[in-house]
């Protein structure tokens, strides 16, 4: 049964790489997505003009040291799509090999979504629930 949104969730990588940190002494990696409201069935909540936020915290587990919270916010397109950007720039890379890790929240259309996203943030790789 399909009631309403349930997730926000990567579909493609439109690009990825090393990031362009704006300070000095910093390195990282920046992946670039076409991110997709779902259904719980990972079917596409297709709907244009949604406005879609999300709120990024990290967890203890921070080597990296990204900030404690980020915020964003896109629109949909007619699939539930939006382009979406995530990176990381630290003092730590590129010789860090370790992680921070974060859960990410979103809310569509003024909707708290139920399932919280993990986000692994590498010097060389960003995961998104894994992917």
Not at 2 to 17: H, L, R
Not at 73 to 102: I, K, L, Q, R
């Amino acid at each position: 049964m399909k009631v309403g949104p349930f997730q926000v969730e990567p579909i493609a990588t439109a690009s990825q790489g090393l990031a362009q940190c704006a300070t000095k002494g910093q390195s990282g990696w920046a992946r670039n997505v076409t991110s997709q409201v779902q259904y719980p069935d990972g079917s596409a909540f297709a709907f244009t003009g949604l406005p879609v936020a999300d709120t990024i915290k990290a967890t203890s587990t921070n080597a990296l040291g990204i900030a404690s919270t980020q915020t964003g916010s896109s629109t949909t397109t007619g699939d539930g799509s939006f382009p979406d950007t995530y990176f990381v720039c630290s003092t730590s890379c590129p010789g860090n090999t370790g992680e921070s890790d974060a859960t990410q929240n979103w809310v569509v259309n003024g909707i708290g979504l139920p399932h919280v996203n993990g986000v692994v943030y590498k010097c060389g790789s960003i995961a998104i629930d894994g992917r």
